[in-house]
């Protein structure tokens, strides 16, 4: 029997199952964060950038991506550290951990 539907399991296991489970829901959570922050890059870079898409992209089409791609990652950064520190701040004076 595994430890979730064993009322015997001792508490660190069930801890220890606890922690895993948290650990792998913060690290699907982070894939998927991965995931929109390059399909919504894509969408907003190639949609200002590329007006005609063809076999290639000019130097032009590339540059533009290029900086485009680099200020909407500093804006992501800029928004998940403040969005973190906020969580963090808010957990702290609420006392949860």
Not at 30 to 59: D, M, W, Y
Not at 78 to 90: D, G, H, L
Request: with cysteine; proline share 3%; glycine share 4%.
């Amino acid at each position: 029997m595994d430890s979730i539907s064993n009322p015997f399991a001792s508490s660190s296991s069930q801890s220890d199952l606890k922690t895993t489970l948290m650990n792998q829901a913060r690290q699907e959570a982070a894939v998927q964060n991965a995931r929109q922050l390059i399909e919504r890059l894509n969408e907003h870079c190639f949609e200002k950038c590329v007006p005609t898409p063809g076999s290639s992209l000019s130097k032009g089409e590339q540059t533009c991506f290029t900086n485009c791609m680099e200020k909407y990652m500093a804006a992501w950064n800029t928004v998940s550290r403040r969005y973190i520190s906020r969580i963090q701040q808010e957990n702290s004076t609420s006392g949860v951990f």
